[in-house]
C-alpha cells in the first residue's frame, strides 16, 4: 500500500460456503488490483462480528483492528444476497458497527438477487446517505447459477458490467478521497469540516 493507493474494503456480507457474492467481490478485487488499488477483504463468514451492542461495541477487544481496517478505507465494496428484498443481516449488522468512517467516502452495492436486488440496493444508499457517505449512482445484480456457476462469473455480460464498475470505482473513489483529505486538512466550510480533528 502506498500513500496515494486508493484502499478498499470488500466486505462479502454472505456467510453461504459457496456464496455467489463472495464470487464476485473477489473478481472485482483483482480487478481493482490489476487497477493499483489495494483491497482488502472482510468476509463476515470468516471474521464473525459480534451483534451490535450500543453499549458494548467499542469495549470489544477486537474491535480496534476492525475499526483501524473501516477507516483506513477510501471505497466500501458491499456484497450482501437479497433476503426479503433487503441486505443479509451480516451486512446490517456490520454497518451498524460504524458511522462517522464511512462520512465521505464511497459505497459501491453488489447485491445477489434473482430479482435485479433493487430494494437492497436502495437500502445501502439508504446507509451512506446516513453516514454522510457516497454512493455509486448505481449498484450491481447477478443471478446465481446463471451470472455465477461452478464457482466462476460464467456470464459475458457481467463480466463487462464489473469492469466497468472497477474502472467507475477507482476514478470517483480516487476523486472523493482527494477531496475528503482536502477537506479534512483545510480550513473551509463543507460537512466535513466537523470531522476534522
Ligand atoms: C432467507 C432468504 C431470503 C431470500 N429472499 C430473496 C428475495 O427476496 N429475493 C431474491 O431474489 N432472492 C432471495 N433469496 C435468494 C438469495 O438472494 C440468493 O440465493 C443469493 O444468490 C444468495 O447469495 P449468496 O450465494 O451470496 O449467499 C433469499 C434467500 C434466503 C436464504
Not at 104 to 111: C, E, M, N, W
Request: proline share 4%; net charge negative.
Amino acid at each position: 500500500m502506498t500513500e496515494s493507493q486508493l484502499n478498499v474494503l470488500s466486505v462479502v456480507g454472505s456467510l453461504r460456503r459457496n456464496s455467489v457474492t463472495r464470487v464476485v467481490l473477489n473478481y472485482v478485487t483483482d480487478l481493482l488490483e490489476d487497477r493499483g488499488c489495494a483491497v482488502d477483504l472482510l468476509d463476515l463468514a470468516d471474521e464473525e462480528l459480534p451483534l451490535y451492542n450500543p453499549d458494548a461495541a467499542y469495549s470489544r477487544p477486537q474491535f480496534p483492528g476492525l475499526r483501524g481496517r473501516v477507516e483506513q478505507a477510501d471505497v466500501y465494496l458491499l456484497g450482501t444476497p437479497d433476503y426479503h428484498g433487503s441486505i443479509s443481516s451480516p451486512m446490517k449488522n456490520f454497518l451498524d458497527h460504524f458511522w462517522h468512517e464511512f462520512a465521505g467516502k464511497l459505497f459501491v452495492p453488489l447485491v445477489a438477487s434473482h430479482e435485479k436486488g433493487l430494494t437492497a440496493i436502495d437500502q445501502l444508499r439508504t446507509v451512506a446517505r446516513q453516514c454522510y457517505a457516497w454512493a455509486l449512482p448505481y449498484g450491481l445484480s447477478f443471478v446465481e447459477k446463471v451470472d455465477v456457476q461452478s464457482g466462476v462469473v460464467a456470464e459475458q455480460k457481467l463480466k463487462d458490467r464489473l469492469n466497468l464498475l472497477a474502472r467507475d470505482v477507482q476514478v470517483y473513489g480516487s476523486l472523493l478521497s482527494g477531496q475528503r483529505k482536502a477537506d479534512l486538512a483545510g480550513s473551509d466550510a463543507g460537512f466535513l469540516a466537523q470531522y476534522r480533528r
